[in-house]
């Protein structure tokens, strides 16, 4: 008489086989390869370098009190994390009556690799388009494209700096004549000055008079637009409170 064979595995039933073969292997389950509040302590500087670098331009894309990056300002992030952008390829488009172009572009990190990729169109049924030569609408096709490839990995920390992750060349044609604004003067606060509000900060006896000192000393940098000082208070500020609580 012949044997049945017994299965290697008596706990595994016959229709538990199709289960098993769709579930992913351990090293393809996700995982962090990094401690996020490592992760979180990179972006915060990268923010911080990035409201400098906003701050300081003479003008910058101001829409309905939303302060949106050009394309450089998104090249100079990319910048800080190894990433450069490319645009791969470039298509004349036409639909009915409307012409432009279409471009596709990608990000990559410093070995070459593909982290992201995005299309865009710039067309000339756009009214501040409308008018301008093929070439011109082709150029801000590819510039949105990068752009985007660029948002698609960077907004997190663009939003973590205070600043609306659309790409400003996106908001066109909701753009009007008053979206370009020039930025406050920039009159950085003597150090020493700062040094001193950030100690009266940190020794407030209580909260009521930490409170009085810091809106002082925010105030003041506010006056200055010098976000850095503000940003010291604000950690002065915090770092007291917790003391005091």
Not at 21 to 46: C, D, G
Not at 164 to 173: K, L, Q, S, V
Not at 221 to 232: C, H, P, S, W
Request: hydrophobic share 40%; charged share 25%; aromatic share 6%.
């Amino acid at each position: 008489m012949a044997t049945v064979q017994q299965p290697l595995n008596p706990e595994i039933q016959p229709e538990d086989i199709h289960h098993l073969a769709l579930r992913p292997p351990e090293s393809a389950q996700l995982a962090m390869p990094r401690a996020p509040e490592i992760v979180l302590q990179e972006a915060a500087k990268a923010a911080q370098a990035l409201r400098d670098v906003i701050e300081r331009k003479p003008l910058k894309c101001v829409i309905n009190g939303k302060t949106f990056l050009q394309f450089e300002d998104w090249q100079t992030l990319g910048r800080f994390y190894g990433i450069t952008v490319a645009a791969r390829a470039t298509s004349y488009v036409e639909q009915g009556r409307v012409r432009g172009y279409e471009c596709h572009a990608e990000a990559l990190r410093a070995d070459g690799q593909v982290i992201s990729a995005a299309q865009a169109m710039c067309m000339d049924d756009e009214s501040k388009w409308s008018d301008k030569p093929l070439f011109q609408l082709r150029s801000m096709a590819q510039t949105r494209a990068q752009a985007k490839a660029l948002r698609n990995v960077l907004a997190w920390v663009v939003v973590m700096a205070g600043y609306a992750p659309t790409p400003a060349e996106e908001m066109d044609g909701k753009a009007t004549s008053n979206s370009i604004a020039p930025r406050m003067a920039y009159t950085p606060m003597h150090p020493d000055r700062v040094r001193n509000l950030c100690f009266g900060i940190a020794n407030a006896k209580d909260l009521d008079e930490l409170k009085s000192r810091y809106i002082i000393a925010g105030n003041e940098a506010k006056k200055n637009n010098d976000r850095a000082a503000l940003d010291a208070f604000m950690s002065a500020k915090d770092a007291r409170k917790r003391e005091l609580q």
